[in-house]
Protein backbone atom coordinates (compact mmCIF):
# COMPACT_ATOMS: atom_id res chain seq x y z
CA UNK A 1 0.00 0.00 0.00
CA UNK A 2 1.31 3.52 -0.81
CA UNK A 3 2.35 5.83 1.83
CA UNK A 4 -0.14 7.75 4.12
CA UNK A 5 0.40 11.21 2.45
CA UNK A 6 -0.15 9.49 -1.01
CA UNK A 7 -3.51 7.34 0.23
CA UNK A 8 -4.92 10.57 2.03
CA UNK A 9 -4.11 12.75 -0.72
CA UNK A 10 -6.53 9.61 -3.11
CA UNK A 11 -8.76 9.55 -0.75
CA UNK A 12 -9.82 12.95 -0.72
CA UNK A 13 -10.45 12.90 -4.77
CA UNK A 14 -13.45 12.76 -6.65
CA UNK A 15 -13.41 12.61 -10.53
CA UNK A 16 -16.69 13.29 -12.26
CA UNK A 17 -18.22 14.03 -15.06
CA UNK A 18 -21.21 16.57 -16.38
CA UNK A 19 -23.52 15.46 -18.87
CA UNK A 20 -26.31 17.36 -20.54
CA UNK A 21 -28.16 18.53 -23.43
CA UNK A 22 -26.49 22.16 -24.59
CA UNK A 23 -28.23 24.58 -23.07
CA UNK A 24 -29.56 22.86 -20.02
CA UNK A 25 -27.11 24.66 -17.62
CA UNK A 26 -23.68 22.65 -17.80
CA UNK A 27 -21.39 25.58 -18.06
CA UNK A 28 -23.03 27.83 -15.22
CA UNK A 29 -23.17 24.47 -12.89
CA UNK A 30 -19.60 24.13 -13.12
CA UNK A 31 -18.92 27.80 -12.93
CA UNK A 32 -20.92 27.61 -9.57
CA UNK A 33 -19.13 24.17 -8.19
CA UNK A 34 -15.51 26.60 -9.12
CA UNK A 35 -17.16 29.34 -7.36
CA UNK A 36 -17.36 27.95 -4.80
CA UNK A 37 -14.02 25.91 -4.62
CA UNK A 38 -12.71 29.54 -4.75
CA UNK A 39 -11.12 28.74 -7.76
CA UNK A 40 -12.51 31.53 -9.58
CA UNK A 41 -13.95 34.57 -8.78
CA UNK A 42 -15.90 35.80 -11.15
CA UNK A 43 -19.18 33.71 -12.94
CA UNK A 44 -18.91 34.38 -16.26
CA UNK A 45 -14.92 33.21 -16.55
CA UNK A 46 -15.72 29.76 -17.71
CA UNK A 47 -17.31 30.37 -20.70
CA UNK A 48 -18.75 34.03 -22.11
CA UNK A 49 -20.46 33.06 -25.35
CA UNK A 50 -21.37 36.68 -25.61
CA UNK A 51 -18.34 37.98 -24.76
CA UNK A 52 -14.61 37.72 -25.45
CA UNK A 53 -13.88 35.37 -22.46
CA UNK A 54 -13.24 32.15 -23.74
CA UNK A 55 -13.58 28.74 -22.02
CA UNK A 56 -10.56 26.99 -20.35
CA UNK A 57 -11.25 24.48 -22.89
CA UNK A 58 -11.26 26.75 -25.82
CA UNK A 59 -7.73 25.73 -27.64
CA UNK A 60 -8.45 25.94 -31.34
CA UNK A 61 -9.45 28.76 -33.41
CA UNK A 62 -12.67 26.86 -34.44
CA UNK A 63 -13.75 26.95 -31.02
CA UNK A 64 -12.98 30.71 -30.91
CA UNK A 65 -14.35 31.28 -33.88
CA UNK A 66 -17.67 29.20 -32.99
CA UNK A 67 -17.83 30.13 -29.60
CA UNK A 68 -18.28 26.77 -28.26
CA UNK A 69 -16.00 23.66 -26.53
CA UNK A 70 -14.75 21.44 -29.20
CA UNK A 71 -12.76 19.95 -26.97
CA UNK A 72 -13.56 18.00 -23.45
CA UNK A 73 -11.54 19.43 -20.81
CA UNK A 74 -10.83 18.97 -17.25
CA UNK A 75 -10.82 21.48 -14.02
CA UNK A 76 -9.54 20.62 -10.48
CA UNK A 77 -10.07 22.66 -7.64
CA UNK A 78 -10.15 22.07 -3.56
CA UNK A 79 -13.70 22.03 -1.77
CA UNK A 80 -14.15 21.24 1.69
CA UNK A 81 -11.33 19.14 2.52
CA UNK A 82 -12.10 17.14 -1.07
CA UNK A 83 -9.96 17.86 -4.28
CA UNK A 84 -12.18 17.64 -6.77
CA UNK A 85 -11.87 16.66 -11.19
CA UNK A 86 -14.62 18.27 -13.20
CA UNK A 87 -14.09 16.37 -16.44
CA UNK A 88 -16.58 18.42 -18.86
CA UNK A 89 -17.78 16.97 -22.20
CA UNK A 90 -18.19 19.46 -24.97
CA UNK A 91 -21.21 21.18 -24.88
CA UNK A 92 -22.38 21.69 -28.21
CA UNK A 93 -24.64 19.56 -30.33
CA UNK A 94 -22.53 18.50 -32.87
CA UNK A 95 -20.36 16.14 -30.04
CA UNK A 96 -18.03 14.30 -31.18
CA UNK A 97 -16.49 10.61 -30.08
CA UNK A 98 -14.17 12.66 -26.89
CA UNK A 99 -17.06 13.20 -25.25
CA UNK A 100 -18.11 9.37 -24.94
CA UNK A 101 -14.10 8.92 -24.54
CA UNK A 102 -14.03 11.44 -21.44
CA UNK A 103 -16.47 8.96 -19.73
CA UNK A 104 -14.18 6.72 -19.55
CA UNK A 105 -12.09 8.41 -17.05
CA UNK A 106 -14.96 9.51 -14.83
CA UNK A 107 -16.21 7.70 -11.36
CA UNK A 108 -19.40 8.89 -11.42
CA UNK A 109 -22.11 11.69 -13.54
CA UNK A 110 -23.78 14.48 -12.89
CA UNK A 111 -26.41 15.04 -15.65
CA UNK A 112 -28.06 18.35 -15.84
CA UNK A 113 -31.56 18.47 -16.81
CA UNK A 114 -33.79 21.43 -18.08
CA UNK A 115 -36.52 21.69 -16.06
CA UNK A 116 -38.75 22.43 -18.87
CA UNK A 117 -37.55 19.90 -21.31
CA UNK A 118 -36.59 16.92 -19.42
CA UNK A 119 -34.75 14.42 -21.36
CA UNK A 120 -33.07 15.72 -24.48
CA UNK A 121 -31.32 13.67 -27.07
CA UNK A 122 -27.78 14.43 -26.33
CA UNK A 123 -28.66 13.47 -22.03
CA UNK A 124 -29.57 10.47 -24.00
CA UNK A 125 -26.91 9.52 -25.30
CA UNK A 126 -24.62 10.27 -22.62
CA UNK A 127 -26.62 8.48 -20.12
CA UNK A 128 -25.98 5.17 -22.11
CA UNK A 129 -22.14 5.19 -21.79
CA UNK A 130 -22.65 6.18 -18.26
CA UNK A 131 -25.10 3.33 -17.68
CA UNK A 132 -22.99 0.94 -19.82
CA UNK A 133 -20.14 1.49 -17.04
CA UNK A 134 -22.37 1.19 -14.15
CA UNK A 135 -20.93 4.19 -12.38
CA UNK A 136 -23.19 6.20 -10.01
CA UNK A 137 -25.51 9.16 -11.65
CA UNK A 138 -26.31 12.36 -9.75
CA UNK A 139 -29.47 14.31 -11.40
CA UNK A 140 -29.65 18.06 -10.83
CA UNK A 141 -32.93 19.66 -12.44
CA UNK A 142 -32.35 23.01 -13.21
CA UNK A 143 -33.53 25.98 -14.03
CA UNK A 144 -36.53 25.85 -11.03
CA UNK A 145 -36.66 29.73 -11.61
CA UNK A 146 -38.65 29.51 -14.85
CA UNK A 147 -41.67 27.35 -16.01
CA UNK A 148 -40.98 24.08 -15.05
CA UNK A 149 -42.93 20.60 -16.11
CA UNK A 150 -44.40 18.84 -13.25
CA UNK A 151 -41.43 17.41 -11.44
CA UNK A 152 -43.40 13.80 -10.83
CA UNK A 153 -43.38 13.70 -14.54
CA UNK A 154 -40.00 14.67 -15.01
CA UNK A 155 -38.86 12.05 -12.06
CA UNK A 156 -41.55 9.49 -14.23
CA UNK A 157 -39.79 9.94 -17.56
CA UNK A 158 -36.26 9.13 -15.73
CA UNK A 159 -37.43 6.18 -14.59
CA UNK A 160 -39.29 4.79 -18.04
CA UNK A 161 -36.54 6.02 -20.37
CA UNK A 162 -33.84 5.43 -18.14
CA UNK A 163 -34.64 2.63 -16.28
CA UNK A 164 -33.04 3.77 -13.12
CA UNK A 165 -34.73 4.31 -10.34
CA UNK A 166 -34.54 7.88 -8.99
CA UNK A 167 -34.76 9.51 -5.46
CA UNK A 168 -35.59 12.96 -4.76
CA UNK A 169 -33.28 14.22 -2.13
CA UNK A 170 -35.13 17.36 -1.98
CA UNK A 171 -38.43 18.98 -3.83
CA UNK A 172 -38.94 22.20 -5.81
CA UNK A 173 -41.57 24.69 -3.77
CA UNK A 174 -43.29 26.27 -7.09
CA UNK A 175 -41.74 27.11 -10.22
CA UNK A 176 -40.98 30.32 -12.38
CA UNK A 177 -42.47 33.28 -10.74
CA UNK A 178 -44.07 31.43 -8.25
CA UNK A 179 -40.73 28.92 -7.16
CA UNK A 180 -40.17 29.89 -3.71
CA UNK A 181 -37.58 27.57 -2.95
CA UNK A 182 -37.13 23.59 -1.65
CA UNK A 183 -38.14 21.05 0.66
CA UNK A 184 -35.07 19.04 1.86
CA UNK A 185 -36.39 15.74 3.06
CA UNK A 186 -33.64 14.41 4.84
CA UNK A 187 -33.19 17.44 7.05
CA UNK A 188 -37.00 18.39 7.04
CA UNK A 189 -36.45 21.63 5.89
CA UNK A 190 -37.13 24.47 3.89
CA UNK A 191 -34.68 26.42 1.63
CA UNK A 192 -36.57 29.41 0.45
CA UNK A 193 -35.67 31.05 -2.63
CA UNK A 194 -37.21 34.81 -1.57
CA UNK A 195 -34.56 35.13 0.57
CA UNK A 196 -31.62 34.23 -1.40
CA UNK A 197 -29.30 36.81 -3.72
CA UNK A 198 -27.26 34.23 -5.40
CA UNK A 199 -24.77 35.14 -2.75
CA UNK A 200 -22.22 32.43 -1.32
CA UNK A 201 -23.25 32.70 1.83
CA UNK A 202 -24.83 29.27 3.54
CA UNK A 203 -28.43 29.84 3.72
CA UNK A 204 -30.03 28.69 6.91
CA UNK A 205 -32.81 25.91 6.17
CA UNK A 206 -36.11 26.60 8.00
CA UNK A 207 -37.41 23.24 10.31
CA UNK A 208 -40.96 22.43 9.17
CA UNK A 209 -43.76 21.34 10.48
CA UNK A 210 -46.56 20.54 8.37
CA UNK A 211 -48.84 21.14 10.54
CA UNK A 212 -48.13 24.13 11.12
CA UNK A 213 -50.10 25.46 8.50
CA UNK A 214 -50.22 29.14 9.82
CA UNK A 215 -45.99 29.14 9.68
CA UNK A 216 -46.07 27.43 5.96
CA UNK A 217 -48.27 29.52 4.81
CA UNK A 218 -46.59 32.80 6.02
CA UNK A 219 -43.61 31.02 3.86
CA UNK A 220 -44.93 29.85 0.45
CA UNK A 221 -48.34 30.51 0.42
CA UNK A 222 -51.11 28.51 0.90
CA UNK A 223 -51.63 27.35 -2.20
CA UNK A 224 -47.96 26.22 -2.83
CA UNK A 225 -48.25 24.89 0.77
CA UNK A 226 -50.98 22.48 0.05
CA UNK A 227 -49.29 21.29 -3.24
CA UNK A 228 -45.78 20.38 -1.21
CA UNK A 229 -47.71 18.44 1.77
CA UNK A 230 -49.74 16.60 -0.91
CA UNK A 231 -46.72 15.74 -2.91
CA UNK A 232 -44.55 14.90 -0.06
CA UNK A 233 -47.26 13.06 1.23
CA UNK A 234 -47.06 10.80 -1.92
CA UNK A 235 -43.46 10.48 -2.21
CA UNK A 236 -42.94 9.10 1.32
CA UNK A 237 -45.44 6.72 0.51
CA UNK A 238 -44.17 5.54 -2.88
CA UNK A 239 -40.56 5.59 -1.09
CA UNK A 240 -38.55 2.51 -0.43
CA UNK A 241 -35.83 4.06 1.66
CA UNK A 242 -32.41 5.88 0.35
CA UNK A 243 -30.00 3.34 -0.40
CA UNK A 244 -26.70 4.33 -1.06
CA UNK A 245 -25.13 1.24 -2.55
CA UNK A 246 -27.58 1.14 -5.32
CA UNK A 247 -26.77 4.62 -5.83
CA UNK A 248 -23.21 3.69 -5.94
CA UNK A 249 -23.66 0.95 -8.59
CA UNK A 250 -25.32 3.11 -10.99
CA UNK A 251 -29.02 2.05 -10.33
CA UNK A 252 -30.63 4.67 -8.61
CA UNK A 253 -30.17 8.60 -9.41
CA UNK A 254 -30.52 10.63 -6.57
CA UNK A 255 -32.21 14.22 -7.72
CA UNK A 256 -32.08 17.62 -6.49
CA UNK A 257 -33.62 20.43 -7.98
CA UNK A 258 -32.63 24.22 -8.01
CA UNK A 259 -31.26 26.80 -10.50
CA UNK A 260 -27.62 26.91 -11.46
CA UNK A 261 -28.03 30.82 -12.94
CA UNK A 262 -29.15 32.16 -9.79
CA UNK A 263 -26.69 29.77 -7.35
CA UNK A 264 -29.72 28.52 -5.79
CA UNK A 265 -29.43 24.81 -4.44
CA UNK A 266 -26.05 24.28 -6.07
CA UNK A 267 -24.21 23.83 -2.34
CA UNK A 268 -26.25 21.74 -0.32
CA UNK A 269 -25.90 19.41 -4.01
CA UNK A 270 -22.10 18.95 -4.17
CA UNK A 271 -22.26 18.21 -0.42
CA UNK A 272 -24.57 15.44 -0.78
CA UNK A 273 -22.80 14.83 -3.94
CA UNK A 274 -19.65 14.78 -2.34
CA UNK A 275 -21.00 12.61 0.65
CA UNK A 276 -22.17 9.69 -1.37
CA UNK A 277 -19.47 9.36 -4.04
CA UNK A 278 -16.64 7.47 -3.42
CA UNK A 279 -13.03 7.83 -3.45
CA UNK A 280 -11.22 6.56 -6.85
CA UNK A 281 -12.26 3.30 -7.63
CA UNK A 282 -10.28 0.21 -8.63
CA UNK A 283 -9.82 -0.60 -12.40
CA UNK A 284 -9.86 -3.63 -14.37
CA UNK A 285 -6.99 -4.73 -15.96
CA UNK A 286 -7.43 -8.46 -17.83
CA UNK A 287 -7.72 -10.28 -14.85
CA UNK A 288 -6.68 -8.39 -12.56
CA UNK A 289 -7.97 -5.73 -10.37
CA UNK A 290 -5.84 -2.20 -9.67
CA UNK A 291 -6.67 -0.33 -6.53
CA UNK A 292 -6.23 3.37 -6.36
CA UNK A 293 -4.36 3.07 -3.29
CA UNK A 294 -2.15 0.34 -5.30
CA UNK A 295 1.66 1.85 -4.37
CA UNK A 296 2.54 1.36 -7.83
CA UNK A 297 1.45 3.96 -10.45
CA UNK A 298 -0.67 3.20 -13.80
CA UNK A 299 -2.80 5.23 -15.88
CA UNK A 300 -4.94 4.73 -19.18
CA UNK A 301 -4.49 7.08 -22.06
CA UNK A 302 -8.61 7.85 -23.07
CA UNK A 303 -7.74 11.47 -25.21
CA UNK A 304 -5.14 12.78 -27.57
CA UNK A 305 -5.68 16.30 -28.61
CA UNK A 306 -3.63 18.37 -31.49
CA UNK A 307 -2.44 21.15 -32.36
CA UNK A 308 -3.25 22.42 -28.62
CA UNK A 309 -0.61 24.84 -29.23
CA UNK A 310 -0.38 25.91 -32.75
CA UNK A 311 3.37 27.27 -32.42
CA UNK A 312 4.34 24.07 -31.42
CA UNK A 313 2.22 21.56 -33.24
CA UNK A 314 2.13 19.33 -30.21
CA UNK A 315 0.04 16.95 -29.41
CA UNK A 316 -1.39 16.13 -25.64
CA UNK A 317 -1.92 12.87 -24.67
CA UNK A 318 -4.83 13.09 -21.48
CA UNK A 319 -4.23 10.09 -19.21
CA UNK A 320 -6.41 9.55 -16.09
CA UNK A 321 -4.16 8.26 -13.48
CA UNK A 322 -5.52 4.76 -11.99
CA UNK A 323 -3.26 4.58 -9.17
CA UNK A 324 -0.49 5.60 -7.34
CA UNK A 325 1.28 8.67 -7.70
CA UNK A 326 2.77 10.13 -10.56
CA UNK A 327 6.01 11.66 -10.21
CA UNK A 328 7.03 14.31 -12.85
CA UNK A 329 10.88 13.09 -12.15
CA UNK A 330 10.35 9.74 -12.86
CA UNK A 331 10.27 7.07 -15.77
CA UNK A 332 7.38 4.98 -16.51
CA UNK A 333 6.63 1.74 -18.84
CA UNK A 334 4.38 2.82 -22.12
CA UNK A 335 3.01 -1.18 -22.30
CA UNK A 336 2.00 -0.76 -25.83
CA UNK A 337 5.19 0.76 -27.09
CA UNK A 338 7.25 -1.75 -24.57
CA UNK A 339 9.51 0.79 -23.61
CA UNK A 340 10.54 3.05 -20.66
CA UNK A 341 9.65 6.78 -21.20
CA UNK A 342 9.22 10.29 -19.39
CA UNK A 343 6.23 11.89 -19.53
CA UNK A 344 7.20 14.92 -20.84
CA UNK A 345 6.00 18.41 -19.64
CA UNK A 346 3.00 16.55 -17.26
CA UNK A 347 0.20 19.22 -16.55
CA UNK A 348 -3.10 19.56 -15.54
CA UNK A 349 -5.57 22.24 -15.55
CA UNK A 350 -6.19 24.22 -12.75
CA UNK A 351 -9.49 25.83 -13.26
CA UNK A 352 -8.32 28.46 -15.73
CA UNK A 353 -4.88 27.93 -16.14
CA UNK A 354 -2.68 25.25 -17.56
CA UNK A 355 -0.26 24.27 -15.05
CA UNK A 356 2.81 21.82 -14.69
CA UNK A 357 2.47 19.30 -12.41
CA UNK A 358 5.18 17.78 -10.30
CA UNK A 359 3.60 15.09 -8.76
CA UNK A 360 -0.29 13.87 -9.34
CA UNK A 361 -2.41 11.04 -7.80
CA UNK A 362 -5.23 8.53 -8.80
CA UNK A 363 -8.26 9.90 -9.85
CA UNK A 364 -6.35 12.67 -11.17
CA UNK A 365 -6.18 13.28 -15.24
CA UNK A 366 -2.66 14.89 -16.83
CA UNK A 367 -1.68 15.65 -19.85
CA UNK A 368 1.47 14.67 -20.88
CA UNK A 369 3.14 16.05 -24.63
CA UNK A 370 2.93 13.35 -27.27
CA UNK A 371 5.41 12.92 -29.88
CA UNK A 372 3.17 10.55 -31.48
CA UNK A 373 3.98 7.46 -29.74
CA UNK A 374 0.27 6.90 -27.62
CA UNK A 375 -2.45 5.63 -28.81
CA UNK A 376 -5.95 5.54 -27.38
CA UNK A 377 -6.28 3.02 -24.56
CA UNK A 378 -2.49 3.10 -24.17
CA UNK A 379 -1.65 2.09 -20.29
CA UNK A 380 1.18 3.34 -18.90
CA UNK A 381 2.38 1.75 -15.37
CA UNK A 382 5.33 1.57 -13.08
CA UNK A 383 8.40 -0.48 -14.64
CA UNK A 384 7.77 -4.07 -14.04
CA UNK A 385 4.32 -3.89 -13.33
CA UNK A 386 2.71 -5.89 -16.61
CA UNK A 387 -0.76 -4.39 -16.89
CA UNK A 388 -2.84 -3.53 -19.74
CA UNK A 389 -5.64 -1.59 -18.35
CA UNK A 390 -8.78 -2.51 -20.53
CA UNK A 391 -9.41 -0.76 -24.16
CA UNK A 392 -11.91 2.42 -24.81
CA UNK A 393 -14.64 0.71 -27.14
CA UNK A 394 -14.36 2.09 -30.52
CA UNK A 395 -17.57 4.14 -30.20
CA UNK A 396 -19.68 3.51 -33.16
CA UNK A 397 -20.13 6.05 -36.01
CA UNK A 398 -23.48 7.96 -37.01
CA UNK A 399 -22.30 9.78 -39.50
CA UNK A 400 -20.51 8.86 -43.19
CA UNK A 401 -18.78 11.20 -45.83
CA UNK A 402 -16.96 10.45 -49.03
CA UNK A 403 -13.93 12.56 -48.49
CA UNK A 404 -12.32 13.22 -51.54
CA UNK A 405 -8.67 15.29 -52.66
CA UNK A 406 -8.43 17.56 -55.06
CA UNK A 407 -5.02 18.06 -55.65
CA UNK A 408 -3.35 14.90 -57.02
CA UNK A 409 -0.02 16.77 -56.10
CA UNK A 410 -0.72 16.64 -52.53
CA UNK A 411 -1.71 13.01 -52.50
CA UNK A 412 0.89 11.70 -49.90
CA UNK A 413 0.09 14.99 -47.51
CA UNK A 414 -4.00 14.21 -48.00
CA UNK A 415 -2.70 10.20 -46.91
CA UNK A 416 -0.77 10.92 -44.09
CA UNK A 417 -3.11 13.72 -42.87
CA UNK A 418 -6.12 11.45 -43.25
CA UNK A 419 -4.02 8.32 -41.51
CA UNK A 420 -3.10 10.48 -38.83
CA UNK A 421 -5.64 12.09 -37.66
CA UNK A 422 -7.69 8.60 -37.52
CA UNK A 423 -4.92 7.00 -35.73
CA UNK A 424 -5.50 9.75 -33.21
CA UNK A 425 -8.99 8.41 -33.29
CA UNK A 426 -10.86 11.77 -33.99
CA UNK A 427 -12.42 10.28 -37.32
CA UNK A 428 -12.54 6.71 -38.59
CA UNK A 429 -11.96 5.80 -42.20
CA UNK A 430 -13.33 3.26 -44.47
CA UNK A 431 -12.49 2.37 -48.13
CA UNK A 432 -14.32 0.81 -50.61
CA UNK A 433 -13.04 -2.47 -51.74
CA UNK A 434 -10.38 -1.95 -54.58
CA UNK A 435 -10.34 1.72 -54.56
CA UNK A 436 -7.28 3.92 -53.84
CA UNK A 437 -6.54 6.38 -50.80
CA UNK A 438 -7.54 9.29 -53.47
CA UNK A 439 -11.34 8.80 -51.82
CA UNK A 440 -11.92 7.24 -48.48
CA UNK A 441 -15.36 7.16 -46.02
CA UNK A 442 -14.91 9.03 -43.42
CA UNK A 443 -16.99 7.98 -40.11
CA UNK A 444 -17.66 10.24 -37.05
CA UNK A 445 -20.01 9.92 -33.78
CA UNK A 446 -20.46 14.06 -34.22
CA UNK A 447 -20.96 15.92 -37.26
CA UNK A 448 -18.50 18.94 -35.82
CA UNK A 449 -15.66 16.44 -36.15
CA UNK A 450 -15.97 16.65 -40.28
CA UNK A 451 -14.99 20.73 -39.69
CA UNK A 452 -12.43 19.93 -37.32
CA UNK A 453 -10.82 17.62 -39.64
CA UNK A 454 -11.46 19.82 -42.41
CA UNK A 455 -9.59 22.74 -40.17
CA UNK A 456 -7.37 20.25 -39.39
CA UNK A 457 -5.76 18.80 -43.32
CA UNK A 458 -5.74 22.78 -44.05
CA UNK A 459 -3.75 24.19 -41.54
CA UNK A 460 -1.57 20.89 -40.41
CA UNK A 461 -1.20 19.22 -43.82
CA UNK A 462 -2.17 21.83 -46.22
CA UNK A 463 -4.33 19.45 -47.86
CA UNK A 464 -8.24 20.95 -49.05
CA UNK A 465 -10.48 18.29 -50.21
CA UNK A 466 -13.97 17.53 -51.85
CA UNK A 467 -16.59 16.45 -48.75
CA UNK A 468 -19.82 14.29 -49.36
CA UNK A 469 -22.29 12.84 -46.76
CA UNK A 470 -23.53 9.74 -47.79
CA UNK A 471 -27.04 8.98 -45.69
CA UNK A 472 -25.89 6.10 -43.86
CA UNK A 473 -26.41 5.85 -40.40
CA UNK A 474 -25.43 2.07 -39.18
CA UNK A 475 -22.27 0.18 -39.82
CA UNK A 476 -21.90 -3.32 -38.80
CA UNK A 477 -19.00 -6.29 -39.38
CA UNK A 478 -19.19 -9.18 -41.91
CA UNK A 479 -18.96 -12.42 -39.95
CA UNK A 480 -20.53 -15.93 -40.77
CA UNK A 481 -22.24 -17.95 -38.51
CA UNK A 482 -20.64 -21.27 -37.15
CA UNK A 483 -17.08 -19.92 -38.30
CA UNK A 484 -18.04 -20.26 -41.56
CA UNK A 485 -16.60 -17.64 -44.44
CA UNK A 486 -18.53 -14.55 -45.92
CA UNK A 487 -17.40 -13.32 -49.18
CA UNK A 488 -18.61 -10.09 -49.31
CA UNK A 489 -18.93 -9.82 -53.16
CA UNK A 490 -21.15 -12.49 -53.18
CA UNK A 491 -23.93 -11.17 -50.57
CA UNK A 492 -27.40 -10.35 -51.98
CA UNK A 493 -27.30 -7.12 -50.63
CA UNK A 494 -30.21 -4.18 -51.38
CA UNK A 495 -29.00 -1.69 -53.35
CA UNK A 496 -29.06 1.27 -51.12
CA UNK A 497 -26.38 -1.32 -48.44
CA UNK A 498 -22.50 -0.27 -49.31
CA UNK A 499 -19.97 -3.04 -48.59
CA UNK A 500 -16.87 -0.82 -47.32
CA UNK A 501 -13.40 -1.75 -45.28
CA UNK A 502 -11.73 -0.62 -42.30
CA UNK A 503 -7.94 0.06 -42.51
CA UNK A 504 -7.07 -3.29 -41.45
CA UNK A 505 -8.91 -4.89 -44.42
CA UNK A 506 -11.88 -6.08 -42.15
CA UNK A 507 -15.01 -6.25 -44.10
CA UNK A 508 -18.32 -3.83 -42.58
CA UNK A 509 -21.34 -2.71 -44.13
CA UNK A 510 -23.45 -0.07 -44.33
CA UNK A 511 -27.14 0.44 -44.31
CA UNK A 512 -29.10 3.46 -44.33
CA UNK A 513 -31.42 2.00 -41.88
CA UNK A 514 -32.89 -0.98 -39.92
CA UNK A 515 -34.54 -2.16 -42.74
CA UNK A 516 -31.41 -2.98 -44.79
CA UNK A 517 -30.48 -4.50 -42.02
CA UNK A 518 -32.88 -6.95 -41.70
CA UNK A 519 -32.87 -7.11 -45.57
CA UNK A 520 -29.74 -8.17 -45.35
CA UNK A 521 -29.81 -11.17 -42.73
CA UNK A 522 -33.27 -12.53 -44.44
CA UNK A 523 -31.28 -12.73 -47.72
CA UNK A 524 -28.08 -14.38 -46.80
CA UNK A 525 -28.82 -17.17 -44.17
CA UNK A 526 -25.35 -17.60 -43.61
CA UNK A 527 -24.22 -14.12 -42.81
CA UNK A 528 -24.07 -12.52 -39.26
CA UNK A 529 -23.70 -8.95 -38.50
CA UNK A 530 -21.04 -8.22 -35.44
CA UNK A 531 -21.40 -4.89 -33.91
CA UNK A 532 -18.86 -2.09 -34.66
CA UNK A 533 -15.90 -1.94 -32.07
CA UNK A 534 -16.20 -5.65 -31.09
CA UNK A 535 -14.09 -7.06 -34.40
CA UNK A 536 -11.72 -3.77 -34.26
P1 LIG B 1 -24.77 24.52 -21.30
O1 LIG B 1 -23.39 24.67 -20.81
O2 LIG B 1 -25.45 23.29 -20.77
O3 LIG B 1 -24.93 24.67 -22.77
O4 LIG B 1 -25.67 25.70 -20.67
P2 LIG B 1 -25.25 27.10 -20.08
O5 LIG B 1 -24.74 26.95 -18.70
O6 LIG B 1 -24.45 27.85 -21.07
O7 LIG B 1 -26.69 27.75 -19.97
C1 LIG B 1 -27.53 27.95 -21.07
C2 LIG B 1 -28.43 29.15 -20.83
O8 LIG B 1 -29.29 28.87 -19.73
C3 LIG B 1 -27.65 30.40 -20.46
O9 LIG B 1 -28.38 31.52 -20.93
C4 LIG B 1 -27.72 30.39 -18.94
O10 LIG B 1 -27.57 31.67 -18.37
C5 LIG B 1 -29.12 29.86 -18.72
N1 LIG B 1 -29.29 29.22 -17.41
C6 LIG B 1 -28.47 28.33 -16.78
N2 LIG B 1 -28.99 28.00 -15.58
C7 LIG B 1 -30.14 28.67 -15.45
C8 LIG B 1 -31.12 28.75 -14.41
O11 LIG B 1 -31.03 28.15 -13.34
N3 LIG B 1 -32.17 29.58 -14.65
C9 LIG B 1 -32.31 30.30 -15.80
N4 LIG B 1 -33.38 31.07 -15.92
N5 LIG B 1 -31.41 30.25 -16.79
C10 LIG B 1 -30.33 29.45 -16.62
P3 LIG B 1 -28.02 32.25 -22.27
O12 LIG B 1 -28.89 33.45 -22.34
O13 LIG B 1 -28.10 31.29 -23.41
O14 LIG B 1 -26.50 32.60 -22.14
P4 LIG B 1 -25.77 33.65 -21.21
O15 LIG B 1 -25.95 34.95 -21.90
O16 LIG B 1 -26.45 33.67 -19.88
O17 LIG B 1 -24.38 33.15 -21.17
Not at 195 to 219: K, P, S
Not at 224 to 237: A, G, M
Not at 248 to 259: C, D, E, H, Q, Y
Not at 503 to 513: A, E, K, Q, S
Given at each position: ??D?Q?L???Q????F?????P?A????L????????????T????????????????W???E?????????S??????????????DT?G?????????R????A??????I????????????L??????R?I?????????D??????L?????????????????????G?????????????K????F??????????????????????????????????????IE?????D??????AV??G????????????????E?????F???T???????????????????????V????????????DR?A????????FE??K??F?V?????????????M???E?????????G???????????????T??????????????????????????????????????????????????????????????V?V????????????M?????????Q????????R?????????????K???????????????N?L???????????A????????????????
Amino acid sequence: MIDAQSLHEIQKRRTFAIISHPDAGKTTLTEKFLLYGGAIQTAGSVKGKHSDKHAVSDWMELEKQRGISVSSSVMQFNYNGYCINILDTPGHQDFSEDTYRTLMAADSAVMVIDAAKGIEAQTRKLFKVCAMRGIPIFTFINKLDREARDPLDLLDELEQEFGIRTYPMNWPIGCGVDFRGVYDREKKQILTFDNFHGGRNRLQGIAVDFDDTERLDELIGERLRENLTEQIELLDVADFGFDLDAVRAGKLSPVFFGSALNNFGIEPFLESFLQMTTAPLSHKAGEVEIESGDERFSAFVFKIQANMNKAHRDRIAFMRICSGKFERSKEYFHVQGGKNIKLAQPQQMMAQEREGVEVAYAGDIIGVFDPGIFSIGDTICQPGMKITYEGIPNFTPEHFAYVEQIDSMKRKQFAKGMNQIAQEGAIRIFFEPNSGMERVIVGVVGVLQYDVLKFRMQTEYGVGYIQREIPYDIIRYVSGKDGKEIDPSKLKLSAETKWIQDVRGNDLLLFPGNWAVTWALEHNEDLELLPYGSNA
